[in-house]
Structures are given as structure tokens and as C-alpha cells.
Nanobody, 128 residues
Framework: RVELVESGGASVQTGGSLSVSCSVS????????MGWFRQAPGKEREGVAA???????IYVDSVKGRFTISKDNTEKVLTLQMNSLKPEDTGMYYC??????????????????????WGQGTQVTVAS
């Protein structure tokens, strides 16, 4: 069974940096599309970034140039490095993996509805 466990959430000041990680287990597909999502109180969950096994990275406009998604395939850890954080980046951050192929060749995106495996989330708070 696929299990995703996030960690690293914290409270930081505006302009600061933070890295959140997601430990992945039980994922048996040879290819993948995994991503990071966030949800602020009273708002819908939104995609932040996604990464496929061909190395293609997808970012929403609001985080381009500030966030970087990566995956250590040996350690099976998905990471989101967040720099120049803003108060509007505050939210519960979730990692997720798509459960239905294809995952590569342009099929990976940061649309939450396309992802079937989810972690429990880690809280990121950016103070102004």
C-alpha cells in the first residue's frame, strides 16, 4: 500500500526559507508523477508543484523562481524547497502521487483531482 508521510513544516518569517519533505513507500510503478499541494483555511486545495520521472517540473505561477521540487530516488523522498516565503504561502502542505498512469509524456500536472495517493499534511506558517 502506498504511504506518503510529510515532515518539515514550521513557522518562518517573511523572506525566509523552508524545506518540506515527503517519505514515499509502497509505490511500485516504474514511472511517477508526484506533487506538492497546499490548502489555506477557508480555501480550496491548490497545486504548487509537480515532478515526473522524466525530470519535468511544473510550478504554479505564484511560486515560480522561489520553490523547487525534487526527488531523491534512492531515499524515496520528495522535497519542496521554498525560498523568499510570503504570508500568502501559509497553509497545510500535502504531497501526493498519481495513482493512474500515464504519468509522463506531458500527463503530469499540479491538478489535485488527478492525484489518488495523499499524505496527511504538514503546516507551513509565514509570519509577516
Amino acid at each position: 500500500r502506498v504511504e506518503l508521510v510529510e515532515s518539515g513544516g514550521a513557522s518562518v518569517q517573511t523572506g525566509g526559507s523552508l524545506s518540506v519533505s515527503c517519505s514515499v513507500s509502497g509505490y511500485t510503478y516504474d514511472t511517477y508523477c508526484m506533487g506538492w499541494f497546499r490548502q489555506a483555511p477557508g480555501k480550496e486545495r491548490e497545486g504548487v508543484a509537480a515532478l515526473d520521472s522524466d525530470g519535468n517540473e511544473i510550478y504554479v505561477d505564484s511560486v515560480k523562481g522561489r520553490f523547487t521540487i525534487s526527488k531523491d530516488n534512492t531515499e524515496k523522498v520528495l522535497t519542496l524547497q521554498m525560498n523568499s516565503l510570503k504570508p500568502e504561502d501559509t497553509g497545510m502542505y500535502y504531497c501526493a502521487a498519481r495513482s493512474s498512469p500515464p504519468f509522463v509524456g506531458g500527463y503530469c500536472s499540479a491538478r489535485p483531482s488527478l492525484f489518488g495517493y495523499w499524505g496527511q499534511g504538514t503546516q507551513v506558517t509565514v509570519a509577516s
